[in-house]
């Protein structure tokens, strides 16, 4: 295995744990008898799988799109 390979894979693993731990504070704000006395778990939620969105957009942006294009997006956001 080369190095893009263990890199692709390890961000795979990294965006299913968080969002099995977003789906887990998702699963205990649904089932709490009363959900008002924990707002915290739903934010958590949200945060997590956002994170999970933001590696996956990321990794498929890199794989699809040019490398030319893909590093003046980089360049621009750094700008920024």
Known sequence: MNKDTVLLLTTIVIAL???NIGGMFFDI???LPYKYNEPIYWPLA???SSACVILIFRL???T???SFI???MKDINEYN
């Open 17 to 19: 744990i968080l969002i």
């Open 29 to 31: 704000h649904n089932n």
């Open 46 to 48: 949200i945060g997590f």
């Open 60 to 62: 498929i942006l890199r």
């Open 64 to 66: 699809i799109l040019p």
């Open 70 to 72: 893909y590093l003046n």
